[in-house]
């Protein structure tokens, strides 16, 4: 299921029941797209790429399908494939009960193109915002082998441990970054509105004040007078930085920066070992050959530098090299990754011994995300007072120069 890299196009398109519908849709060209969309049952309008700008401000709000709703979704397929429903009837069924409205379209266009004749995983490859790569391929190998309920109950499996794994890694991240947009709320309180309160007491005592007073009170005035300007760079930087993260350098860069970080470098690479063991065990216990299943785990790495270790290691195997040999030479996975994948090939067993690897890497995972916040409480604590105290001390450094005068007189 590899082919020409997709570009996406916005469309306005009328549906079967002449109602109007906007999304957006990949394919190889325009051409293409238009063909997807009337091989759904609608009549496209306009079809056209999606403007930089509006590319720039997608946030990624408005329904997006996460690894839990494909997890609820693989699970319903199952069960009803097991009590012996056809695809399109349990198409139709699915369609009635999808919370995502995303996901719930989705299912909907799936039905009307496999009532055309079109394959099941033939109809998710036209949706590759909604049903990611893995999923089409083991439906794909499902449908070839006749075991397609089989493959949506390992997949149910897969998007589950996924969506855990996901939660953790945000776990982690959520409680740091709560804590530092308290501290920048406070600061800019603080410069705002409790120092210029103070500036008139300041500048009716006279007198010279101390050089860290001048400092806050300058960057105060600074941030009340220039505060557009202000706010328009900071704009502008998390524009530039998030254009740069999309570009080769940057996306290295940032890989790089979150392999070798102190505290989250460790998460980075355990969450990286487990997501990797246990989607290529999940794909080669399917029957899809390892080269295939090596070059599909590539692209849902989310880590340029284990992207690019993956592919290198897709590579070799294609020369006859094992697996695991590649994967020691990168530099970049943990031994005991490299050995028990040498033991899984050396034994033949080679999904098992990956599978428990995943689960092993699950587990010091979720013992990383512990640890680092463990680590973040105190010295987001410790940053937060080497910010605020300084502030606190050009406040009341005066305060105290002028109740000493007051006291003398």
């Known amino acids: 299921m590899i082919g020409v890299a997709a570009t996406t196009f916005a469309y306005t398109a009328i549906d079967s029941a002449g109602k109007t519908k906007k999304g957006t849709i990949e394919a190889a060209n325009e051409e293409a797209a238009r063909n997807n969309l009337k091989n759904q049952g609608m009549t496209p309008i306009t079809v056209e790429k999606p403007s930089a700008l509006s590319k720039d401000l997608n946030l990624g709000f408005g329904g997006k399908v996460s690894s839990k709703n494909l997890t609820v979704f693989c699970k319903q397929f199952q069960s009803i494939l097991h009590a ?224 690019v270790a993956v592919q290198d290691a897709k590579n070799e195997v294609e020369r006859g090299v094992a697996l695991s040999q590649p994967l020691e030479d990168s530099g970049i996975f943990p031994p005991l990754l490299c050995h028990m994948t040498r033991i899984g090939e050396e034994t033949g067993n080679m999904e098992e011994m990956l599978e428990k690897v995943a689960d092993y890497y699950d587990e010091e995972v979720e013992a990383a995300t512990q640890a680092v916040t463990a680590v973040m409480e105190p010295l987001i604590i410790i940053l937060m007072a080497l910010i605020v105290v300084p502030i606190m001390g050009a406040i009341m450094m005066p305060m105290l120069s002028i109740y000493n005068m007051a006291e003398n007189s």
């Open 84 to 307: 012996g429903v056809t695809v399109i009837q349990a198409l139709g069924m699915l369609g009635e009960q999808c919370d995502n409205k995303k996901l719930q379209a989705a299912v909907n266009d799936l039905k009307t193109l496999v009532e055309k004749g079109d394959t099941l995983a033939g109809a998710m490859s036209t949706m590759p915002d909604v049903f990611p790569s893995i999923l089409i391929n083991m439906v794909e190998a499902g449908e070839a082998s006749g075991s397609l309920e089989t493959t949506f109950d390992r997949m149910a499996t897969h998007f589950d441990k996924d969506a855990k794994l996901k939660g953790m890694i945000m776990q982690a991240m959520i409680y740091p970054c709560v804590l530092l947009v308290v501290i920048i709320g406070v600061v800019i309180l603080m410069l705002v509105k409790v120092v210029p309160s103070f500036q008139e007491t300041f500048d009716a005592a006279g007198g010279q004040l101390p050089g860290l007073t001048l400092a806050v009170v300058a960057i105060s005035n600074f941030l009340i007078a220039k505060w557009p300007f202000f706010l328009c760079g900071i704009i502008a930087i998390v524009v530039g930085i998030k254009m740069f993260m999309k570009t080769d350098q940057g996306a290295v860069f940032f890989g790089t920066i979150s392999m070798k970080a102190p505290i989250f470098g460790d998460l980075t690479i355990k969450s990286a070992s487990a997501r990797l063991t246990r989607t290529l065990a999940t794909l080669m216990a399917s029957g899809i050959p390892m080269v295939a299943a090596i070059e599909i785990v590539g692209k849902l790495m989310s880590n340029r530098l284990v992207q």
